[in-house]
Structure formats: C-alpha cells, structure tokens
C-alpha cells in the first residue's frame, strides 16, 4: 500500500495525521497548524517571528494526545535537544519542551556539520564543533530541514560513536523537519543502530511539519530548481490543510522551494530576501507562461471536477471529515476562475505576477532595512 495519511487529531489549531504504508519501526506523523503553513506560504516572514511561529508550532504538537502520552512524563533529567549550527537553533525545541511540559533542567548539545557540493557529491566539512551533554538513558530531540540528509546523518554518526565511547546509551530519538523521503531513510538506517548499540532503545519517530515534500534530483524536469535543497509540493504527500492553502493566493505553489535557507531567514534577513527576490526575477526571465509554470510545480489534472478530485485522494487522506473534498475544490474554483484560466495562457500573466512578488518582497526589505536606519534601495533596483 503507498503512503497515506490517516487522521489522529482534527482541530483549528492542529491536524495531525499517522503516515502509513511505509515499512519499518519508524514512526511518523505529518502535522498542519497555523504557523507552519503561514511559514511555508509566506516567505516574507523573517527573523525572530519565524522562529517563534515554529516554537508555537511545536509546541501544539507535543500537547496533542499521541506525542503526550509519549514524552509529556519524562523525566527532563533525560532529555537532550541536539542543535546543528545554525540552521538548527531556528527550531527552539528546548523552549516548546519547556512550554509543552514544563520541563526546565534537560540538556542542549551542539555540533557543526556543514554540507557542499563536489560535482555530483554532497561534501561535509566545518564539522570540528561539538559540545554534547547525552545523560544515561537519553531521550533525543531534534529539529532541522532534512533535503538530502546529509548533513544530519554525518551528525547523527558522530553523535552514536560519542555515546559508545561515553558508554551512554539513547532511549528514544524524535525529529522534528520541514523535509522529504530522505528523512525516513536516514532515520531507518539509524533506528537500526541505534536498536543494535542499545538494548533499551524504545524507538524513533520523525515529525513532519505540513507535509513530506519531494526533492529535486539531477536533470530536474523544472525549469528552475536547486537540485538536493529544494523541497517540492508536488510531487509530495502533503497535509489536507496545506493543500487547501495552496489556494489562497495564486503565487505560493509557484514559489522554488517550501522553506528556503532557515540560517540566512532568521539570522541575516537580507540575504534571504534578496535570494527569493532573484527567483522571481529569473522566473519572469524563463518566458513561460503562468500555466506551464504551474504546470511544472502545481499539476491540477486531479481538479477535472469534484468527483475526479474525490477519488484521486481517496487512496491518500484517511478520516477526514465529510465535505472536505467539497471545500478543496470550492477553494481551486474560487482561484482559478474561467478567466484566469484564460489569463494564464497569455505571454504576461507569468511576468505581472511575478513583478508583483518582487514588489512585495522588496518592500518588506525595505522596511526591514528602514528599521535600522539602513538606506532602502527601490524594490525595482535590489541587488
């Protein structure tokens, strides 16, 4: 059976689903709320207001039934949250723990593991730093942006030989990502070992904010994507919620990647939003048109009609509630109306839309830049 979701918790503030379908000890959840679609839609959200958009998400996770009853009476004696610098330091797992189950005295452990590419290869170097405090029995925490793994697994080694030689062992280990397949994979590989190296290992899971994204690989079908670092909508086993949001507002399933660089997102916002502007810029360079580029990254043949949409998600989305199908496709005919179907056909539709995302993201710069006294260069004319 292929991957499919099945429905564990169901409210305004949350959705959390069980994936199932995929083999192994493994234990995964894809989860929506708020916060996590509003940072994956809205790249204009920077600095500090991400990263507490993700704590709050976080924390609405821990408190749902299935990771409470799990982690909400551990001992916070026995618990670490592993940071990879910088990336990691987004998440703020140590504070959602405090703030989900008043923990107050577990651990923080750090490391460095930095990826580049060498032709065809992902490379880890700078991965010198390490500080790690792992008590006996540990129960592991991490949040990061799992693309192709690499980084995290080349920590993640270190970190099991680190607890052989300490003669600590690990509990359990729980990921928390915006990411892919590539997770499970990873996280396949070590819940085997660590299973192996430690007789009381109770088990691993992998907490998936809105969806599992695809990867772009080498030789992309897209027009314009970095492959092993941008994470796809489609094709991808998204939320319900998620894919109902790709539908208010017409740019965001357009946008290259689901969460660009965290690192330079919060801690250097303007490299950031100088990054998203130049997509936009060289997207309204290719000459597509708004159809064929959301042909590319949104295909909506599964929205022929509401009965053909029903039955496409069927196999995918388990225990939603009645009338949901219904809403998903109310909210693609409220965007694409018979004459913005007509529209996207034409040369300009693609490059008005995109001027107006370089319009808005250079003004969010600009008032970003003002806030410090910075001179504020035109949108039009942003380096």
Not at 28 to 45: D, G, H
Not at 107 to 124: A, G, K
Not at 303 to 323: D, M, Q
Not at 327 to 337: K, P, Q, S, V
Request: aromatic share 10%; glycine share 10%.
């Amino acid at each position: 059976m292929a991957a499919h979701l099945m429905a564990e918790a169901r409210g305004e503030g949350l959705s959390l689903y069980r994936v199932g379908g995929e083999p192994g000890s493994v234990v995964e959840y894809v989860f929506s709320t708020p916060e996590t679609r509003a940072i994956c839609n809205i790249p204009e959200i920077v600095g500090h207001e991400f990263t507490e958009l993700l704590k709050s998400a976080f924390v609405r996770v821990l408190r749902a039934p299935p990771l409470a009853r799990s982690f909400g009476g551990l001992d916070d004696r026995s618990v670490s949250v592993l940071h990879f610098l910088r990336g990691g330091l987004n998440f703020r797992l140590r504070e959602a723990l405090a703030e989900a189950y008043g923990m107050n005295r577990h651990f923080s452990s750090f490391l460095t593991s930095q990826r580049y590419r060498r032709r065809r290869e992902w490379i880890i170097k700078q991965d010198q730093y390490r500080k790690f405090s792992i008590p006996p029995g540990c129960h592991l925490f991490l949040g990061d942006v799992i693309a192709t793994g690499t980084t995290i697994s080349n920590g993640l080694a270190i970190l099991h030989e680190h607890c052989l030689e300490q003669k600590v062992a690990l509990r359990s280990f729980t990921l928390f990502t915006i990411g892919c397949g590539r997770a499970l994979e990873m996280m396949r590989r070590f819940d085997g070992l660590f299973r192996k190296s430690f007789p009381g290992y109770e088990g691993t899971t992998v907490c998936y904010a809105e969806a599992k994204f695809g990867l772009p690989e080498a030789g992309t079908r897209l027009t314009l994507a970095v492959p092993g670092t941008d994470l796809l909508r489609a094709p991808a086993l998204l939320s319900p919620e998620f894919e109902r949001s790709q539908f208010e507002a017409l740019h965001t399933p357009l946008e290259r990647c689901a969460i660009y660089d965290v690192g330079t997102r919060s801690f250097e916002f303007d490299v950031y939003l100088k990054d998203v502007i130049d997509y936009w810029r060289a997207l309204a360079a290719t000459g597509l048109t708004l159809e064929a580029a959301y042909a590319e990254r949104w295909p909506t043949a599964d929205y022929a009609s509401l009965e053909a949409l029903a039955a496409a998600r069927a196999p995918t989305w388990k225990g939603l509630p009645e009338g949901f199908d219904a809403d998903l496709y109310a909210a693609f005919e409220r965007l694409w109306t018979p004459a913005r179907r007509a529209e996207a056909a034409t040369a300009g539709a693609l490059a008005a839309l995109c001027s107006g995302r370089e319009a808005a993201l250079g003004a969010q710069l600009g008032a970003q830049l003002g806030a410090l006294g910075a001179t504020v260069p035109a949108p039009g004319i942003l380096g």
